[in-house]
Protein backbone atom coordinates (compact mmCIF):
# COMPACT_ATOMS: atom_id res chain seq x y z
CA UNK A 1 0.00 0.00 0.00
CA UNK A 2 1.00 3.56 -0.75
CA UNK A 3 1.08 6.35 1.84
CA UNK A 4 -0.40 9.69 1.34
CA UNK A 5 2.17 12.01 2.25
CA UNK A 6 1.67 11.71 5.99
CA UNK A 7 3.79 11.37 9.02
CA UNK A 8 2.86 10.24 12.43
CA UNK A 9 4.76 10.57 15.37
CA UNK A 10 4.39 10.07 18.86
CA UNK A 11 5.20 12.57 21.57
CA UNK A 12 5.11 12.10 25.10
CA UNK A 13 3.15 14.93 27.03
CA UNK A 14 4.67 15.48 30.86
CA UNK A 15 3.63 18.31 32.88
CA UNK A 16 4.80 18.96 36.40
CA UNK A 17 3.79 16.22 38.84
CA UNK A 18 3.40 12.46 37.93
CA UNK A 19 0.90 12.11 35.24
CA UNK A 20 0.52 8.89 33.21
CA UNK A 21 1.95 9.66 29.92
CA UNK A 22 0.10 10.69 26.87
CA UNK A 23 0.79 9.99 23.19
CA UNK A 24 -0.35 13.02 20.80
CA UNK A 25 -0.04 12.65 17.08
CA UNK A 26 1.26 15.04 15.23
CA UNK A 27 0.55 15.23 11.26
CA UNK A 28 2.44 16.87 8.61
CA UNK A 29 0.05 16.98 5.47
CA UNK A 30 1.57 18.31 2.36
CA UNK A 31 -2.39 19.76 1.67
CA UNK A 32 -5.21 18.05 2.53
CA UNK A 33 -6.21 18.29 -1.14
CA UNK A 34 -3.12 16.59 -2.16
CA UNK A 35 -3.49 13.82 0.23
CA UNK A 36 -6.72 13.17 -0.89
CA UNK A 37 -6.20 12.94 -4.64
CA UNK A 38 -3.06 10.21 -3.72
CA UNK A 39 -5.53 8.15 -1.32
CA UNK A 40 -8.37 7.77 -3.59
CA UNK A 41 -6.71 5.74 -6.01
CA UNK A 42 -5.89 3.37 -3.33
CA UNK A 43 -9.31 3.68 -1.35
CA UNK A 44 -11.04 2.66 -4.92
CA UNK A 45 -8.27 -0.46 -5.49
CA UNK A 46 -9.64 -1.96 -1.62
CA UNK A 47 -12.94 -1.09 -2.18
CA UNK A 48 -13.31 -2.89 -5.30
CA UNK A 49 -11.00 -6.12 -4.21
CA UNK A 50 -13.19 -6.60 -1.02
CA UNK A 51 -16.12 -5.99 -3.04
CA UNK A 52 -15.05 -8.89 -5.48
CA UNK A 53 -14.30 -11.02 -2.43
CA UNK A 54 -17.39 -10.61 -0.96
CA UNK A 55 -19.07 -11.61 -3.72
CA UNK A 56 -17.24 -14.53 -4.30
CA UNK A 57 -17.72 -15.43 -0.87
CA UNK A 58 -21.58 -14.87 -0.83
CA UNK A 59 -21.89 -16.89 -4.03
CA UNK A 60 -20.62 -19.62 -2.44
CA UNK A 61 -22.45 -19.41 0.68
CA UNK A 62 -25.59 -19.24 -1.25
CA UNK A 63 -24.36 -22.24 -3.59
CA UNK A 64 -24.04 -24.30 -0.48
CA UNK A 65 -26.86 -23.20 1.26
CA UNK A 66 -25.55 -21.86 4.41
CA UNK A 67 -27.04 -20.03 7.45
CA UNK A 68 -29.34 -17.21 5.99
CA UNK A 69 -27.85 -14.88 9.30
CA UNK A 70 -23.98 -15.45 7.55
CA UNK A 71 -25.34 -14.95 4.42
CA UNK A 72 -27.77 -11.71 5.31
CA UNK A 73 -24.28 -10.18 7.09
CA UNK A 74 -22.19 -10.98 3.94
CA UNK A 75 -24.73 -9.55 1.59
CA UNK A 76 -24.81 -6.24 3.92
CA UNK A 77 -20.99 -5.85 4.16
CA UNK A 78 -21.51 -6.45 -0.38
CA UNK A 79 -23.77 -3.79 -0.73
CA UNK A 80 -22.75 -0.92 1.80
CA UNK A 81 -18.85 -1.54 0.10
CA UNK A 82 -20.78 -1.43 -2.83
CA UNK A 83 -22.22 1.44 -2.74
CA UNK A 84 -19.82 3.34 -0.95
CA UNK A 85 -17.20 2.35 -4.18
CA UNK A 86 -20.21 4.03 -6.13
CA UNK A 87 -19.95 7.00 -4.38
CA UNK A 88 -16.10 7.92 -4.17
CA UNK A 89 -16.24 6.85 -8.28
CA UNK A 90 -19.08 9.83 -8.41
CA UNK A 91 -16.62 12.25 -6.49
Avoid at 67 to 79: E, K
Amino acid sequence: MRQAGTVLKLVSDQTDGPQPERAAVECNRVSSAQTRDNRRPVLSEWMDSHTRILGLWLDRLIEEGDDADLISMIHRQYAWLSMMQARLDRG
